[in-house]
C-alpha cells in the first residue's frame, strides 16, 4: 500500500530564511510524486510534481523539490520565503494504475515570521 | 474560468439532520472527488466518480452518499448527521486519473460543515 508521511506538523521560519519541508513515502515501484499548497480559506492547488527523469523539479512560485530514491524522499525548499508562503503543504503519492486518487500526507502547516 | 465551485461555504447541522454539499465543474472532467480534512489528518477520499453513473468508495465512505448523473455535477449527501462528520470538504476533479498517471487535480474551495 502506498502512503506519505510529513513528519513537521507545524514549521515557522523568517521572512528571507530558507525553507525545506519533509515528505517520505512508501511505495513499491516508481512513484508519482506531488507536493499542493493551501491557503487560508481555499482549495488545494498544485505546486509542482515528479513523474520520472530529473530528480530535482521546479515548481511554481519559486519552489524546488528533489526525488531522492534511496531515503525514499521528495523534500520541498525554497531559498527564500516571502510571507505569502504562509499556508499549508501536503506532499501526495500516486502510480498505482489501481488507485483512482492520490493518497496525501497530514500537511505541514507554514508559518512566517516577519 | 469557474473551474470547480462548491456550495454552501459553511454549515451547520444538528444531530441526525440531513444535507447534501453540492460541487460542479465546468472542465469537461471525468473524475471527481469527494475528500474531507481533519486536522491534523490530511485529506481522506470518501468517494470518487470515473465518469457519469460510475462512483465507488474511498477510504471513508460511511455516512455519505453520492450521485454522478451529468459530467458536471457530483453531490455529497449526509444522512443523519454525526458529530464525527465536523469537518472541512473538498470537491476536485481531473480529466484523467490522478492516482493512476498523476493527472493534476483542481479542487474547490471548500465547505466548513459543523454538526452539533
Known amino acids: 500500500a502506498q502512503s506519505v508521511t510529513q513528519p513537521d506538523i507545524h514549521i515557522t521560519v523568517s521572512e528571507g530564511a530558507s525553507l525545506e519541508l519533509r515528505c517520505n513515502y512508501s511505495?513499491?515501484?516508481?512513484?508519482?510524486l506531488f507536493w499542493y499548497v493551501q491557503s487560508p480559506g481555499q482549495g488545494l492547488q498544485l505546486l509542482l510534481k515528479?513523474?520520472?527523469?530529473?530528480?530535482l523539479v521546479q515548481g511554481i512560485k519559486g519552489f524546488e523539490a528533489e526525488f531522492k530514491r534511496s531515503q525514499s524522499s521528495f523534500n520541498l525548499r525554497k531559498p527564500s520565503v516571502h510571507w505569502s508562503d504562509a499556508a499549508e503543504y501536503f506532499c501526495?503519492?500516486?502510480?498505482?494504475?489501481?488507485?483512482?486518487?492520490?493518497?496525501f500526507g497530514s500537511g505541514t502547516r507554514l508559518q512566517v515570521q516577519p | 474560468n469557474a473551474g470547480v465551485t462548491q456550495t454552501p461555504k459553511f454549515r451547520i447541522l444538528k444531530i441526525g439532520q440531513s444535507m447534501t454539499l453540492q460541487c460542479a465543474q465546468d472542465?469537461?472532467?471525468?473524475?471527481m472527488y469527494w475528500y474531507r480534512q481533519d486536522p491534523g489528518m490530511g485529506l481522506k477520499l470518501i468517494y470518487y466518480s470515473v465518469g457519469a453513473g460510475i462512483t465507488d468508495k474511498g477510504e471513508v465512505p460511511n455516512g455519505y452518499n453520492v450521485s454522478r448523473s451529468t459530467t458536471e455535477d457530483f453531490p455529497l449527501r449526509l444522512e443523519l448527521a454525526a458529530p464525527s462528520q465536523t469537518s472541512v470538504y473538498f470537491c476536485?476533479?481531473?480529466?484523467?486519473?490522478?492516482?493512476?498517471?498523476?493527472?493534476?487535480?483542481?479542487f474547490g474551495s471548500g465547505t466548513q460543515l459543523s454538526v452539533l
Open positions: 476536485a476533479s481531473s480529466y484523467r486519473s490522478s492516482g493512476g498517471v498523476g493527472e493534476k487535480l483542481f
Open positions: 472542465m469537461n472532467h471525468n473524475y
Open positions: 515528479y513523474f520520472s527523469g530529473d530528480t
Open positions: 501526495a503519492v500516486g502510480g498505482d494504475t489501481g488507485r483512482r486518487a492520490l493518497t
Open positions: 511505495y513499491g515501484a516508481t512513484p508519482y
